[in-house]
């Protein structure tokens, strides 16, 4: 059954707006490596800045060694939680983009077939009626 201009032009918008949100969803999937570097070098940043102070304040011939490794291992297991933290959140939202995309897809499936299936029954009921009517023959008009 073809469609007429109204339906098909209304049909064409929807399919435009589907491209369009669904390259609004890319995009939000995409991700950067610009967290993971910044995050990185500020925790360097804020080592070497200990470092320097625990030098500068530090007493003339104490070891400082110690402390300065502890300030390295500290800073690394953070740098490392915090890189993992930015990790999985990246991962969840990854997910769950993917997640209602495939839902979407499938309440368009389900829809189509669901338009489908009403045509068809549509039809029938009308095939149906068709064949139970009489025709009507209207008179003759006398002049």
Do not use: C
């Amino acid at each position: 059954m073809p469609f007429t201009q109204e339906e098909e032009k209304e049909l064409k918008e929807k399919w435009e707006n589907e491209v369009k949100k669904s390259k609004e969803k890319d995009v939000i999937g995409q991700t950067s490596n610009k967290p993971y570097v910044v995050i990185s070098l500020v925790m360097t940043l804020i080592v070497i800045v200990a470092i320097i102070f625990l030098e500068i304040l530090s007493p003339e011939g104490k070891d400082t060694s110690g402390t300065i490794t502890l300030i390295i291992g500290l800073s690394a297991t953070f740098t490392g939680t915090m890189l993992t933290l930015l990790k999985n959140a990246e991962t969840h939202v990854m997910i769950n983009n993917r997640l209602s995309q495939w839902m979407e897809s499938n309440s368009r499936a389900e829809r189509a077939e669901g338009e489908k299936a009403g045509r068809i029954s549509a039809n029938a009921r009308t095939d149906e009626l068709a064949k139970n009517t009489v025709p009507v023959v209207e008179p003759p008009v006398s002049e």
